[in-house]
């Protein structure tokens, strides 16, 4: 079974601070995807990135940077110097291949004090 | 533009009413998928579509229905035998299916309210 764990529910962080969003996941199988979307209050999903299971390279775009550790299931996401704009909820979400369902976190909720 | 639309933005159904929400894409993909989301949870799929006229069922399908007739449109009717169906609908396509790893693309979503 799959299962994707964000810890944290809610974070608030004062503007221009870095912040991390934790994901874990589980999965028995050796292929697999890995998603992180933002939802910001108007309520559309946003594709931020997707990362495959034989690719560890982190990730930089911008101010948004991504650790994928495969030894510890995890799969976290870090903002650079936050901005209000980046308040927002956060969902990570997996899913093996030749499956058809993508497996979501709770979301965590960051919340950036101008 | 190129992307995902869904109608209405609100929605407020009687108790007993059958309603449908709309959802049409115009990126040419293969697939789309109807979600769920409660408050504070992540998504749940309900259907799912990879070919037209073709669709099977997600994790929470009881008490909706789906027809896909054309590729760009995948329309969600929520049924009176759907318990407890307020909530945030999401509708999501992606080039190809899923099982390939291919990235989704939301719409803006339906909040939908029982009344």
């Known amino acids: 079974a799959q299962k994707v764990t964000q810890a944290q529910t809610e974070i608030s962080v004062v503007e221009k601070e870095d912040v991390t969003l934790d994901c874990v996941y589980e999965t028995r199988d050796t292929t697999y995807y890995l998603f992180w979307y933002k939802q910001p209050p108007s309520g559309e999903l946003v594709f931020l990135i997707r990362r495959n299971s034989f690719d560890e390279q982190n990730e930089i775009s911008g101010r948004y940077s991504w650790n994928f550790q495969k030894s510890t299931s995890s799969f976290n996401f870090t903002i650079t110097a936050s901005q209000v704009v980046d308040s927002a909820v956060y969902f990570c979400a997996l899913i093996v291949t030749g499956a058809n369902n993508l497996f979501f976190g709770t979301g965590t909720r960051l919340t950036v004090i101008p | 533009d190129g992307g995902i639309t869904q109608s209405p933005k609100y929605l407020f159904r009687k108790e007993g009413q059958n309603v449908t929400l709309s959802c049409e894409q115009n990126l040419n993909h293969d697939a789309m998928y109807w979600y769920r989301q409660d408050p504070g949870q992540g998504l749940r799929l309900i259907y799912y579509?990879?070919?037209?006229?073709?669709?099977q069922k997600g994790d929470i399908a009881e008490g909706y229905s789906v027809s896909r007739e054309k590729k760009e449109s995948f329309p969600l009717t929520v049924t009176s035998a759907q318990k407890n169906p307020t909530a945030f609908y999401l509708c999501?396509?992606?080039?190809?299916?899923?099982?390939?790893?291919?990235?989704?693309?939301f719409g803006p979503g339906t909040r939908l309210t029982v009344l």
């Open positions: 579509s990879q070919i037209v006229n073709d669709f």
């Open positions: 999501a396509s992606s080039i190809m299916s899923l099982a390939g790893g291919y990235t989704q693309y």
